[in-house]
């Protein structure tokens, strides 16, 4: 492994008791970003604590920026912390919160206050810098997580889940945000369950399951390996069986099955991008008003692969 990766994983495991979140983990990450994908329970928080010092490993060691993460806390003012939990002073305004985490790094109230109105100038939380924390809707929550996370401008950033809850405004513009600083050089971890989501951020990424790497590289090998999995597409149209009778010829589609209620057509493709590519066509001809895939999410993806 190279000494100058910003983390490094040596054998490690974490468990509580006899529940295993972590087994035998060993990887470098570069800096920039990288995606860290997997279902609820996969072990992505376990595996985002570990890297902030929050958490010592059951076995192996995790170095950050080229020390143990657990036991150095020199290190935590060049960490961004970005947690899926929320832990508030509801009753301190946006700016007051960020000024007073501020306070703990060594600034001074000037330093403070300058940092903590870029922090919330970057998330679009200017016009609410005034407003109590308790009054902060879902959303408004995550960005003010992420700001308390960039606010200092630390060399790692780890975010967990970082854009749930958004509109889809502060999605492209959180999305942006992350993508900036791995521009920057700064070394981002992101965690999500969504992969298109992770792929606007960045093309590396890590898959994780029950507490294994199953995947690591860029997407595009992630999604070779999504290509051999057959993609469910359930499809609302008026006219489904004119649908099923355009499409039933298509090489990337395996098979066909109407659904119970007559308007639904369920559809499995061995590629679905290439599928997707082709349907607007079809969709306009037979006046699909509906589309939703079960296998949006990684869970099916994984269960694949750790069968295969």
Same mark, same amino acid.
């Given at each position: 492994?190279t000494?100058?990766? %910003?983390?490094?994983?040596?054998?490690?495991?974490?468990?509580?008791? &006899?529940?295993?979140a972590?087994?035998?983990?060993?990887?470098?990450?570069?800096?920039?970003?990288?995606?860290?994908?997997? &279902?609820?329970?996969?072990?992505?928080?376990?595996?985002?604590?570990?890297?902030?010092?929050?958490? *010592?490993?059951?076995?192996? =060691?995790?170095?950050?920026l080229?020390?143990?993460?657990?036991?150095?806390?020199? +290190?935590?003012? *060049?960490?961004g912390?970005?947690?899926? @939990?929320?832990?508030?002073?509801?009753?301190?305004?946006?700016?007051?919160?960020?000024?007073t #985490? +501020?306070?703990? @790094?060594?600034?001074?109230?000037?330093?403070?206050?300058?940092?903590?109105?870029?922090?919330?100038?970057?998330?679009?939380?200017?016009d609410?810098?005034?407003?109590?924390?308790?009054?902060?809707?879902?959303?408004?929550r995550?960005?003010?997580?992420?700001?308390?996370a960039?606010?200092?401008? &630390?060399?790692v950033l780890? #975010?967990?889940?970082?854009?749930?809850g958004?509109?889809?405004?502060?999605?492209?513009? $959180?999305?942006? #945000?992350?993508?900036?600083?791995?521009?920057?050089?700064?070394?981002?971890?992101v965690?999500?369950?969504?992969?298109?989501?992770v792929?606007?951020? @960045?093309?590396? $990424?890590? #898959?994780?399951?029950?507490?294994?790497?199953?995947?690591?590289?860029?997407?595009?090998?992630? *999604?070779?390996?999504?290509?051999?999995?057959?993609?469910?597409?359930?499809?609302?149209?008026?006219?489904?069986?004119?649908?099923?009778?355009?499409?039933?010829?298509? %090489? !990337?589609?395996?098979?066909?099955?109407?659904g119970?209620?007559?308007?639904? +057509?369920?559809?499995?493709t061995?590629? &679905?991008? =290439?599928?997707?590519?082709?349907?607007?066509?079809?969709? +306009?001809? !037979?006046?699909?008003?509906?589309?939703?895939?079960?296998?949006?999410?990684?869970?099916?993806?994984?269960?694949?692969? $750790?069968?295969?």
């Open positions: 492994m000494a100058a990766a %910003p983390i490094v994983f040596t054998r490690v495991s974490r468990w509580y008791g &006899p529940v295993i972590l087994n035998d983990v060993s990887l470098e990450i570069p800096a920039g970003v990288t995606g860290l994908l997997g &279902p609820n329970g996969a072990g992505k928080s376990t595996f985002l604590k570990l890297v902030a010092g929050q958490l *010592r490993p059951s076995q192996g =060691e995790v170095r950050l080229g020390r143990p993460a657990w036991g150095s806390p020199e +290190l935590f003012h *060049r960490v912390l970005c947690s899926e @939990t929320d832990a508030f002073w509801e009753r301190l305004t946006g700016l007051q919160f960020l000024q #985490l +501020l306070r703990f @790094t060594g600034y001074d109230e000037a330093e403070c206050s300058r940092r903590a109105e870029n922090a919330l100038h970057q998330v679009d939380l200017l609410a810098k005034n407003r109590k924390l308790g009054g902060y809707s879902k959303g408004m995550q960005r003010i997580k992420l700001a308390q960039v606010a200092h401008e &630390p060399d780890l #975010l967990d889940e970082p854009v749930a958004m509109d889809p405004v502060n999605r492209r513009r $959180v999305i942006e #945000l992350v993508r900036r600083l791995g521009r920057e050089g700064k070394t981002v971890l965690s999500s369950h969504i992969l298109h989501e792929e606007a951020m @960045t093309r590396r $990424v890590l #898959l994780i399951h029950n507490g294994r790497i199953l995947a690591a590289g860029d997407v595009r090998e992630i *999604r070779d390996l999504l290509d051999e999995h057959p993609h469910t597409v359930a499809l609302r149209a008026r006219d489904p069986r004119k649908l099923a009778e355009i499409i039933v010829a298509w %090489p !990337t589609v395996l098979s066909l099955s109407f119970s209620e007559g308007e639904w +057509l369920t559809v499995q061995a590629r &679905p991008d =290439e599928f997707y590519g082709a349907l607007p066509e079809a969709a +306009l001809e !037979t006046g699909v008003t509906e589309m939703y895939s079960p296998d949006d999410d990684l869970e099916s993806v994984f269960r694949y692969l $750790v069968t295969r």
